[in-house]
Every structure is written in structure tokens, then in C-alpha cells.
T-cell receptor, first 112, second 113 residues
Framework: GENVEQHPSTLSVQEGDSAVIKCTYS??????FPWYKQELGKGPQLIIDIRSNVGEKKDQRIAVTLNKTAKHFSLHITETQPEDSAVYFCAALDGGTYKYIFGTGTRLKVLA | EAGVAQSPRYKIIEKRQSVAFWCNPI?????LYWYQQILGQGPKLLIQFQNNGVVDDSQLPKDRFSAERLKGVDSTLKIQPAKLEDSAVYLCASSPRSPGEQYFGPGTRLTVT
């Protein structure tokens, strides 16, 4: 089955700097990769996603890139703001079981 | 559009007691998921419903956990009897189709003492 690894587990950046979170997956049949932001006491919120037929997707300050050959995808946040501080999870949709497999999360702290 | 609703938000019980969680998905969403999220980890799927039928319950500890989705709308997840290791946040999510984008509720934080 699918396995997703996520790095780093914690990330601190200065306000205005960029943040990059990386994930790798194992199943080449996986074809959908969402990213979630989870704030304290709340459920994960979908912030951006990418499908396997696309290499990059952007939405304002957030972008996701996908390298199918290397089986890794990354979240890029530019011009970080204190409200970006949260735990971010990547996930992969297992192409065989259609189950979402989540990474272990990255705690992002944006220092003002 | 109203989001996924869950209740209660917090629950503290002693081991060997029973507990039930309730989820109301986004209106019209056919697919409903229950996840367990242990502190410091990503969500782990417990069970997936398509309308009122079970699609996947391979990771549900069936000796103590049960779930139902009557009439293909609301769902309940029950634990009986609870163990210390069941302490976690239980998340409900819904999706308009399977597979599709998931929308999560706020979760129920369960503490078993």
C-alpha cells in the first residue's frame, strides 16, 4: 500500500520569508495529492491540491509542485505571515484502494 | 454552505466505558469518512461510507469500534469498551464523491483515563 513521508517535522521562518515542506510517496498509481492546514483545535482544511497530470499549481502565496518520476511533491508558501503558523499535512490518494494516506505533519512557526 | 458538524467537541471517559460520536456531513455529500488522529500524527482512516454502505473498514478495530450511517446522512462512531490508547481526536470528513476532495469537521477530542 501507499506510504507518505513528510519533512521537516518542524519549521521556523521569519515573517516574509518562504517556507517549503516536502513529501515523498511510494505508490506510482497515486494520482491526487492534497495539502491541508490544521490550526489548533480545528480539523484539517484543504488549502491546495494537485493531480498527477500537472507539474505545478499556484494559488496566491501558495504553490505545490509534483515530480512524478521522483515521487515527491512540495508545498511552497511565499511571503509568510504569522497567520500561516499551523500544522501542515500532505496526503496521497492511493490509486488502488482510493484511501487517503497522510504524512506525519509539519509544524510551521512564522516569527514576527 | 454549512460545514461538517461534529459533537461532542470534547469527551473524557474512564477505560472500559463506552462513548459515541456524531457527525453531520455537508448536505449532498455521498461519501463520509471517520479518521483517528493521535497527537503528533496524521489522520488515519477508520471507516469510509458511500451513502449508507461501508466502502472500507479494514483499519477499524471491530472488536471495540462500530459505526453506522443510517439513511446515508448522519453517522455515529462508537467505542465500547474504551482503552487508554483510544485517546485521540476523531475527525469526520465528507466528500461529494469517491474519490474526491475531503472537507473535515472540527473533530472530537477523546481522553480515556
Amino acid at each position: 500500500g501507499e506510504n507518505v513521508e513528510q519533512h521537516p517535522s518542524t519549521l521556523s521562518v521569519q515573517e516574509g520569508d518562504s517556507a517549503v515542506i516536502k513529501c515523498t510517496y511510494s505508490d506510482s498509481a497515486s494520482n491526487y495529492f492534497p495539502w491541508y492546514k490544521q490550526e489548533l483545535g480545528k480539523g484539517p482544511q484543504l488549502i491546495i491540491d494537485i493531480r498527477s497530470n500537472v507539474g505545478e499549481k499556484k494559488d496566491q502565496r501558495i504553490a505545490v509542485t509534483l515530480n512524478k518520476t521522483a515521487k515527491h511533491f512540495s508545498l511552497h508558501i511565499t511571503e509568510t505571515q504569522p497567520e500561516d503558523s499551523a500544522v501542515y499535512f500532505c496526503a496521497a490518494l492511493d490509486g488502488g484502494t482510493y484511501k487517503y494516506i497522510f504524512g506525519t505533519g509539519t509544524r510551521l512557526k512564522v516569527l514576527a | 454552505e454549512a460545514g461538517v458538524a461534529q459533537s461532542p467537541r470534547y469527551k473524557i471517559i474512564e477505560k472500559r466505558q463506552s462513548v459515541a460520536f456524531w457527525c453531520n456531513p455537508i448536505s449532498g455529500h455521498a461519501t463520509l469518512y471517520w479518521y483517528q488522529q493521535i497527537l503528533g500524527q496524521g489522520p488515519k482512516l477508520l471507516i469510509q461510507f458511500q451513502n449508507n454502505g461501508v466502502v472500507d473498514d479494514s483499519q477499524l478495530p471491530k472488536d471495540r469500534f462500530s459505526a453506522e450511517r443510517l439513511k446515508g446522512v448522519d453517522s455515529t462512531l462508537k467505542i465500547q469498551p474504551a482503552k487508554l490508547e483510544d485517546s485521540a481526536v476523531y475527525l469526520c470528513a465528507s466528500s461529494p464523491r469517491s474519490p474526491g476532495e475531503q472537507y473535515f469537521g472540527p473533530g472530537t477530542r477523546l481522553t480515556v483515563t
